[in-house]
Every structure is written in C-alpha cells, then in structure tokens.
C-alpha cells in the first residue's frame, strides 16, 4: 500500500477531480484488494490497482463538481523571480481548466498519460482500449489544447 498509494490516488485523481472523492478511491481501492484477497494472486500489481481505481472512480457519482483544485504556491519563497512565478502560475490553470474543459473520452487518457510517466500500454490497460486508440485520443487532446491556447494567444495580442 504504502508504495502505490500515490499512484492509485492519482488515477482516481485523474477522473474525479477532486481531492476528496480520490482519497475515497484510493482507500477504497486497497480496502477491496484486502478484502478479496487477490493481492496474493496478483501478477502485475500496478495495472492490477489502476484498473481497480478505475473503474471504482469512473463508477462514483462526484459529490460536487468545483473544477481544477490548483495548488497554491508561495511565489515569494520558492523562485527567485515573483512576477514571473505568478506569471507561470496563471498558465498553468488556464492549461489545468482547458483540460477540464475537455471531453471525458479525451481529458482521460490524457490526464492519465501524464501521470507517473504512464506509457500508452498502461494506459490502454487501464482504460481497456486498444493502444492505437489511446495514442489518437491523446493526439486529439492535445491537439485541441494546443488550438485552443493559441486562439487565447491570438485574442490577447489583439491579433
């Protein structure tokens, strides 16, 4: 448990988008593992936990839907630049909600590739989809991500 908590609660992080709700999959997810008794048959532990928290976190009802839940940084301790730090910052969450933003079918897998350097077969294992399927839904991610943000650019430089 203690080496895969954060992976597992990363997974249902990518779904639920909230901290809460993960936390609940992510104990959810070892309690059923326990429960069953599978982790004594368990060939390949880490597709075997992404699968459980999968599919417990796709199948959960979110309680409130609040967007991205951004971490706060303190720009004054940690870079030698504040301005640009909150300059930084602002990109990231105008990235984090554009990819909420997205479809499920495509804000998934590609929140799912960028966890924990997940290859297209761990996700393809995960989502259950084939890998060629995963590869273009994760093109079309970004893809759109990238119109999208320079469409931001064009209208912000009155272009």
Known sequence: MGRNSHFVFQIAYAVLRNVDDAED???????????????????NEKAFLARTAWRLAITKK?????????????????A?????????????????RLIEALPEKLRRP???SSIEGMTTSQVAAVMELPQGTVQRLVAEAR???KSKLARMENSTHGE
């Open 110 to 112: 590609l929140a799912l």
């Open 62 to 78: 979110p309680r409130r839907r609040l967007g991205i839940e951004a971490e706060v940084h303190d720009v004054t301790c940690n």
């Open 25 to 43: 999959i992510a104990q959810e997810t070892f309690l059923k593992l326990f429960r069953s008794g599978a982790w004594k048959k368990i060939t």
């Open 80 to 96: 030698s630049n504040p301005e640009r730090a909150v300059i930084d910052a602002e990109g990231s969450r105008t990235v984090h």
């Open 143 to 145: 893809g759109l991500l």
